[in-house]
């Protein structure tokens, strides 16, 4: 059975760096073709897609905010982190990991999402 | 890169077929047949309910189908029932090696 669960704060300030860590079960990402992803969504407004890392750890960064994001992986612990700097109020939104397989568009499985508020 | 459009609102009677269109470039959209599509219930994570353009996961009902042509992609919900009321997003991936969704379309059951 394939799970994913986000964790990090709930609450940044302005200017911090936020830490956010997806631990999975049911899969390993050594297993050829597996990546993982983080994506987000504001309140009421879309989903946005912010980073992958895949089973080789090639990684791969939204253009618009890859001067912010690092993504990593410790396959021993089976979690993915991603570390987003300078936090600002517009960064306030559900951040949410997702497993995508050798098919690239197949995100099969989702964590439940972890609120994070940017406010001081 | 911009997000891929999507009409923000589609309605139709139970029984009857929706669609959803999602527009996007030909460095998106239409440069691959990696073209997804989520369900998300308020409060829920999305849920795939399509993917590589067409592909069912298993579970899901066979209803919901998804097609591409040029740069616009497309999902149809045939027999609309209640549980289908909720936000669909479509996704495509990118020339840059990299995803980008749609706006985003409430489909709503009348």
């Known amino acids: 059975q394939v799970t994913l669960k986000e964790s990090g704060p709930a609450l940044v300030k302005p200017t911090q760096t936020l830490t956010l860590t997806c631990t999975f079960s049911g899969f390993s990402l050594t297993t050829t073709g597996l990546r993982v992803n983080w994506i987000r969504q504001p309140p009421g407004k879309a989903l946005e897609w912010l980073a992958r890392i895949d089973w080789d750890d090639d990684k791969f960064y939204s253009t618009s905010l890859k001067t912010r994001l690092t993504i990593s992986k410790d396959t021993s612990k089976n979690q993915v982190v991603l570390t987003m700097t300078n936090m600002d109020p517009v960064d306030t939104a559900t951040y949410y990991c997702?497993?995508?397989?050798?098919?690239?568009?197949?995100?099969?499985?989702w964590g439940q999402g972890t609120l994070v508020t940017v406010s001081s | 890169q911009s997000a891929l459009t999507q009409p923000a609102s589609v309605s139709g009677s139970p029984g009857q077929s929706v669609t959803v269109s999602c527009t996007g470039t030909?460095?998106?959209?239409?440069?691959?047949?990696?073209v997804s599509w989520f369900q998300q219930h308020p409060g829920k994570a999305p849920k795939l309910m399509i993917y590589d353009v067409s592909n069912r996961p298993s579970g899901v009902s066979n209803r919901f189908s998804g097609s591409k042509s040029g740069n616009t992609a497309s999902l149809t919900i045939s027999g609309l029932q209640a549980e289908d009321e909720a936000d669909y997003y479509c996704s495509s991936y990118t020339s840059s090696s990299t995803y980008v969704f749609g706006t985003g379309t409430k489909v709503t059951v009348l």
């Open positions: 030909s460095s998106d959209v239409g440069a691959y047949n990696y």
């Open positions: 997702a497993r995508t397989t050798g098919q690239l568009s197949e995100f099969d499985y």
